[in-house]
């Protein structure tokens, strides 16, 4: 698929993954619709999208509510008055052992990972099955597949997000629509910043290639699976041989 003036919408775009992502589908012709939950882009990110002479719209919208994830859906979809691709990226994390966690974490965690997601996926789908068309990519994690201690809410948000991909996929074959996904290890963003030297070297120590992942590493990985009209129903794991 050529991405030229294709209309993408991405979710949690404001910064780390997502904005590594839109930056690179808007690099490439696409009509990109950004959104967050705060007021407004951050100021170095519209920048970098003015100097590509991206063709972009920032919506806000909270996704923990159902009623303005419907109003995302319709609100982006009137921008450009279509959606080819769909990408589920935003996503929170709530850590705390098993046996210390409360449901209403592991509600918040599942609400905006999954939940908004498939609400999403839906309301977007339904109309992609009318113009018989249309990608989504949900972004996962390995700790989807493989767990972790800590992330009860967090894994499970992931694993229901690759059950809810290979879903899509099936229902959405015949009718023109590609669903795939992401599975990141550890990539270098605002939340693997502030861990401390000695947390680093342990992650290190059980990363193959020895560093963490780029945004732009996974990003990658994302239009990769946008453009690739033979590929549906996968997980593709971006981690450095980490879960080898
Ligand atoms: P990030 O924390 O840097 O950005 C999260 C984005 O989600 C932001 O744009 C934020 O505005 C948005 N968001 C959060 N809560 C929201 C809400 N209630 N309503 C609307 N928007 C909201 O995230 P990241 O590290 O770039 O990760 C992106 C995706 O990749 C997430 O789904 C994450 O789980 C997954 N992932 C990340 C890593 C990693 O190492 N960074 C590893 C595996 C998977």
């Not at 319709?74 to 994390?93: E, H, M, Q, R, S």
């Not at 939940?115 to 989504?136: E, H, T, Y």
Request: charged share 25%; with cysteine.
């Amino acid at each position: 698929m050529d991405l030229k003036d294709k209309v993408v919408l991405i979710t949690g775009s404001t910064r780390g993954i997502g904005a590594a992502t839109a930056k690179s589908f808007a690099s490439q012709g696409a009509k990109t619709i950004l959104h967050g939950h705060r007021q407004a882009l951050p100021e170095n990110l519209e920048e970098a999208l003015k100097a590509i002479k991206a063709d972009y719209k920032y919506l806000s919208a909270d996704l923990s509510d159902d009623d303005t994830v419907k109003q995302l859906a319709k609100d982006a979809w009137n921008v450009f008055g279509n959606i080819d691709i769909l990408i589920n990226n935003a996503g929170i994390t709530k850590d705390k052992l098993m046996m210390g966690m409360k449901a209403a974490d592991f509600d918040a965690v599942i609400n905006i990972n999954l939940r908004a997601p498939f609400i999403l996926s839906q309301l977007i789908m339904k109309k992609m099955l009318k113009q018989k068309s249309g990608v989504i990519v949900n972004l996962a994690s390995i700790v989807g597949i493989h767990g972790n201690v800590g992330q009860a809410n967090y894994a499970a948000s992931k694993a229901g997000l690759i059950g809810l991909t290979k879903t899509i996929a099936q229902e959405g074959a015949l009718r023109g629509i590609r669903c795939n996904a992401v599975a990141p290890g550890m990539i270098e963003s605002d939340m693997t910043a502030n861990l401390s030297d000695r947390v680093k070297e342990q992650i290190l120590e059980k990363i193959p290639l020895k560093r963490l992942g780029l945004t732009d590493e996974v990003a990658d990985t994302i239009v990769f699976l946008a453009k690739n009209d033979y590929i549906t129903g996968q997980t593709i794991i971006v981690d450095g041989g980490m879960t080898i």
